[in-house]
């Protein structure tokens, strides 16, 4: 079943003392696009994550955000001894010179300013990068999911258009010989008229009509046509991403349908024609959605 290329996922995941959320969406592209947002910190990883991404997603243009989540011991104190020594220095020489009672303790020591402060805890690369394959590979299958869903649906549009196109052709099919008994019989009117009354020669009517069978015959345009079509239905239950395949497709009946137009004189096989091609140019437009 085709997929399309858009979705969004979400995940999170833990080992150590690294927590992490990632969310990946995406949207069309002609070819896979891998934007990584990270924290700096984390930014050795950027490459393994947009290979891991490639691997999963053949189109689209793909963000994939990480983030550190907080609360998991993402600040540690840090103690600045030197700056202790010296605030330990500094109450026993007041308490000296003022001839204070008491040593100077722990807490006066500990609440003393620039001590003790808090940090970002330094991160812990095996564990981080352990912990955003496991996250990024929930993302991926969450969004994953969300393109098969939006398949789905694209897949049921183009094979209701592919059954209303094989229509069309049909109808080019079944009027395109009606074109040239027409134009057998306004050529005998014409000659008839031109003539006054005289009778043609049978023979070079039949070799005139045969000339215009020859230029009109529109065989082989409806032959290629329906083989893009059923082409077209084949990939749409296919496990392969078919975007592209579809798009050259979709140019091809674009091609015969012109060539179709261009060869028939017949205002009715025209109409048809017209219609085939709007069908075609809708039916690009959602192609262009497919993975």
Known sequence: MIRSMTGFGAGRAAQGTEELDVEARSVNHKFCEVKVRLPRELSALELEVSRAVKERLARGGVEVALRRAAGRGALAPRVD??????YARAFGEIRARLGLQGAVGLPDILSAEGVVSLEERAVDMEAARGAVMVALGQALTALTAMREREGEALAR????RITQMEGLVGRVETLAPQSIEHYRDRLHERIQEVARGFTPDPARL?????????RMDVSEEITRLRSHLAQTRGLLSGDEPAGRKMEFLVQEMHREANTIGSKSQSAEIAS????LKAEVERMREQVQNVE
């Open 81 to 86: 001894f030197a700056l202790a020594e010296e």
């Open 157 to 160: 549009d183009l094979a209701g």
């Open 206 to 214: 039949a070799q005139e009509v045969a000339l215009f069978a020859d």
């Open 272 to 275: 048809v024609v017209v219609a």
